[in-house]
């Protein structure tokens, strides 16, 4: 794992190594490591790492959460914590202060809208939340006749028809139907939806890097014990090439995840620069996870397709977190659209920004 | 567990962007004189001494190296930007691109003073033209097959022997390359190879130019006839070459001009479909420039770790391998999306023209510099698994 030098990276990934160790949490059918792990990374502050101290958070910076999503990639945790992250960020953004808990966003899918109906109550209907089955609270950014506003809304009040991504992780249908939010205010003239789902796509990326580091982990080191042929595996050429082409694969979402990150983090605003950052991780990052994680399912062969092996807590994850806050296809049209938008001779510019 | 693969996002520092700025007026001004089109990049011109007498007086050729041999003593990432300006412009630099990115850091790394001092600061003013001397008819991937053979005589060397696909060697005035100087060991078949520099246009060596799929005229034989070379232009240590090809690799293999080959389709594409494109002319484009996005911050990254004195061999590898297969698809999928673009988009013929030459370009980016095969080798052997 890459040596980190982050007290807050370092804090999780104790705690990711103490009680959410990969092989023990496949072991253990009836999940009885979620509530240990969730109560240790809450009493670390983690979950509202974004959240500022006087909104009830514990202050890291952006760059720091973000450097703690992609080491939670690495473990693939399967605990909301992204997702409280990304609401806590979402309502400090409106100085809404945190409650404690699991929270999630809404809607995470870029055609879904919640509607802020004129007597001040939340309505719509969203899909592929991830994790709203386990939130207590959602983050909601709606859409009203004077714009956008952000909303804290009790999860109770909500119909939440569970589902399950390809992940195994809860995807979830919520409807408000009238439902009246604990506290609601104007979101800032800059947040719109494109950059609330842009921020959960990069926060996605981020995990997908991390998720890819471990394939690449542990399909080398799978190449270097398993025998075939009187040989290691590892010393054949095309499994060798296999493996190189999956560490490019890796390399490159972790390079494009971590760019948009840093990108995000040291803005001041929101501009075609940040857009291009953001948009090209997600849609990197899910070319990858598709790519890479045939690769790591190839070298294990039979044992990695088994419910037993741990390969598919990152490969159906990894694959899963394609599709929240807008799939690869859907931002490449977006930024398709962009980039003709803005015309041919200003491409070039556009890329080499920084 | 495994090599961790970093690739820090590094950031241009702002001296970068006003550099960027100099090379854009500088290119403008280039184009307007005629020196070059961009839009033609299957032109002829592609050796043009006035500019590159012109680059070196701007300061743009041995940016990195010391003062005192003609240098600049600026940092690599800003020689960065001025080879990703240059090769995005489709500018004419094959007269000093070679001996900017290899020969010269060969020879201030291994050549004896007096030659350094002569050679590299008219490398710096580009009146000199490198060829790199590598390959041979029965040694291409498996560069330690190489046979030509360098013999001891009195105060030097006689070479015999064959070198081909050499690049530039017609108009090249020196060529670095390697030589067997004693046959490999049992222990090390690596062994036995010598680095000489070799001066163009003497006796004994004879050029041939070799056509290519694309109509011109870039790499040659090289074929040596009791060359002579003194004893001073040996660089390095005599049989360890194998030594010092490895650190060579990382300024080789990560560059802007291991992925921006073909980018010229990529801006005539997004010129024929206009501002307001369909969803599937849009995705294609959006895709592209992700991937294209992810690349440079790759390789944006190693220029990083090459200023902060690492050798990131693996990390240039697969830069060259992502880089070079995208830019051989990139063609062939803006063949595929040109398909939809209208009959009266303003520039159809020059996107034609261009596709014309890139798809036939194309085959030779996954082989020059070290095959995808030789690289994922490399990266193989980075992993551990070799
Ligand atoms: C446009 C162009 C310019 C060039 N310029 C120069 C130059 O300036 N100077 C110079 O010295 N050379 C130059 N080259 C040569 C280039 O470096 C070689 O072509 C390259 O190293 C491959 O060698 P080869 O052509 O002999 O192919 P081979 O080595 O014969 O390879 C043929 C195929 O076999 C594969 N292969 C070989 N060995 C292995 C292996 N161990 N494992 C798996 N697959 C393997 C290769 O990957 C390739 O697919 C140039 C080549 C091109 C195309």
Redesign the interface.
């Known amino acids: 794992?890459?040596?980190s030098d982050n007290i807050v990276v370092e804090t999780a990934e104790k705690i990711f190594a103490d009680l959410a160790d990969p092989q023990t949490i496949n072991n253990d059918k009836k999940d009885a490591w979620k509530a240990p792990l969730w109560r240790a990374l809450s009493e670390a502050g983690l979950p509202l790492a974004w959240v500022p101290d006087d909104l009830g958070g514990s202050g890291a910076s952006l760059a720091d959460g973000f450097a703690l999503l992609n080491a939670a990639g690495r473990f693939a945790i399967a605990v909301p914590l992204a997702e409280t992250m990304l609401a806590g960020w979402l309502l400090a953004q409106a100085k809404i202060a945190s409650p404690e808990g699991e929270m999630t966003v809404l809607p995470a899918n870029p055609k879904d809208r919640i509607t802020l109906n004129p007597d001040g109550s939340l309505s719509g209907r969203v899909r592929g939340v991830p994790f709203a089955k386990a939130a207590k609270h959602f983050a909601v950014l709606a859409h009203g006749k004077d714009g956008a506003s952000i909303a804290l809304v009790d999860a109770g009040k909500a119909k939440v028809e569970a589902g399950l991504n390809v992940g195994y992780d809860n995807s979830d249908v919520v409807t408000l139907d009238k439902v009246a939010p604990i506290t609601i205010k104007p979101a800032p003239k800059h947040l719109d939806q494109t950059m609330m789902m842009l921020m959960g796509g990069v926060a996605r990326s981020l995990q997908i890097a991390g998720a890819l580091?471990s394939m690449?982990?542990i399909s080398?080191?799978y190449?270097?014990e398993r025998v075939a042929f009187e040989k290691k595996i590892?010393?054949f050429?095309a499994?060798?090439?296999n493996?190189?082409?999956l560490?490019?694969e890796?390399?490159?979402a972790?390079?494009?995840a971590?760019?948009a990150?840093?990108?995000i983090a040291s803005a001041t605003a929101f501009n075609d620069e940040v857009y291009?950052?953001a948009?090209?991780?997600k849609?990197?990052c899910a070319?990858a996870a598709e790519k890479g994680g045939a690769i790591a399912h190839q070298v294990h062969g039979a044992i990695g397709f088994t419910i037993e092996h741990i390969l598919h807590r990152y490969s159906l994850r990894a694959l899963a977190w394609r599709d929240d806050f807008g799939s690869?296809?859907y931002?490449?049209?977006?930024?398709?659209?962009l980039?003709?938008?803005r015309?041919?001779?200003e491409?070039?510019p556009l890329?080499?920004s920084? | 567990?495994?090599a961790?693969?970093?690739?820090?996002?590094i950031?241009?520092p702002p001296k970068c962007e006003e550099l960027?700025k100099e090379v854009r007026a500088f290119l403008a001004e280039e184009m307007a004189r005629g020196t070059f089109n961009p839009f033609k990049p299957n032109r002829e011109d592609t050796d043009v001494p006035e500019f590159s007498r012109r680059v070196g007086e701007r300061g743009w050729i041995g940016i990195t190296w010391p003062k005192k041999y003609g240098g600049h003593e600026r940092s690599f990432l800003e020689r960065y930007?001025v080879t990703?300006?240059m090769r995005?412009a489709n500018a004419p630099t094959r007269r000093f691109f070679v001996a900017d990115r290899q020969s010269g850091p060969v020879l201030l790394k291994y050549a004896p003073e007096h030659i350094k001092m002569d050679i590299l600061p008219r490398i710096c003013r580009g009146e000199l033209c490198f060829a790199i001397g590598m390959s041979e008819p029965n040694s291409g991937s498996d560069l330690f097959a190489a046979k030509t053979r360098a013999t001891r005589t009195d105060g030097g060397y006689l070479i015999n022997g064959t070198k081909i696909w050499t690049s530039s060697a017609h108009i090249a005035d020196y060529m670095i390359a390697i030589f067997r100087t004693s046959q490999p060991t049992k222990e090390n078949r690596r062994h036995g190879l010598t680095q000489f520099l070799v001066k163009m246009k003497q006796p004994g060596i004879e050029v041939n130019p070799i056509g290519q799929i694309t109509g011109q005229y870039e790499f040659n034989e090289v074929v040596f006839t009791d060359y002579f070379i003194p004893d001073d232009h040996v660089l390095g240590e005599v049989d360890g070459a194998w030594k010092q090809a490895t650190s060579e690799l990382a300024y080789e293999r990560s560059g802007p001009e291991r992925f921006l080959e073909t980018y010229y389709v990529?801006?005539?594409l997004?010129?024929a479909?206009?501002?307001?494109?369909d969803?599937r002319?849009?995705?294609?484009?959006?895709?592209l420039?992700?991937?294209?996005?992810?690349?440079?911050?790759?390789s944006v990254?190693v220029a990083g770790m090459l200023q902060a004195g690492k050798e990131p061999v693996v990390?240039a590898s697969?830069v060259k391998?992502?880089g070079t297969v995208w830019e051989q698809q990139l063609p062939h999928r803006v063949r595929d999306l040109a398909a939809f673009v209208e009959e009266t988009a303003s520039n159809r013929e020059t996107l034609e023209r261009q596709l014309d030459f890139a798809i036939k370009t194309a085959p030779k980016l996954t082989i020059q510099g070290g095959t995808t095969?030789v690289?994922?080798?490399i990266?193989?052997r980075?992993?551990?698994?070799?």
Request: avoid cysteine; aromatic fraction near 2%; charge should be negative.
């Open positions: 794992m890459a040596e580091e690449l982990d080398v080191r190449s270097n590892s010393k050429q499994v060798q090439h493996l190189a082409k560490a490019g890796s390399a490159a972790l390079a494009a971590t760019s990150a840093d990108a291009l950052e948009a090209s991780a849609i990197r070319e690869e296809s931002w490449a049209v977006e930024l398709g659209k980039v003709a938008a015309g041919a001779d491409l070039w890329v080499a920084r | 567990m495994t961790a693969l970093r690739f820090d996002p950031r241009l960027r930007v990703e300006e995005v990529l801006t005539e997004v010129r479909v206009g501002n307001d494109p969803t002319s849009a995705e294609g484009i959006g895709r420039v992700a991937q294209l996005h992810t690349m440079r911050r790759m990254s990390e697969i391998d992502i095969e690289l994922r080798g990266i193989a980075g992993l551990g698994l070799r």
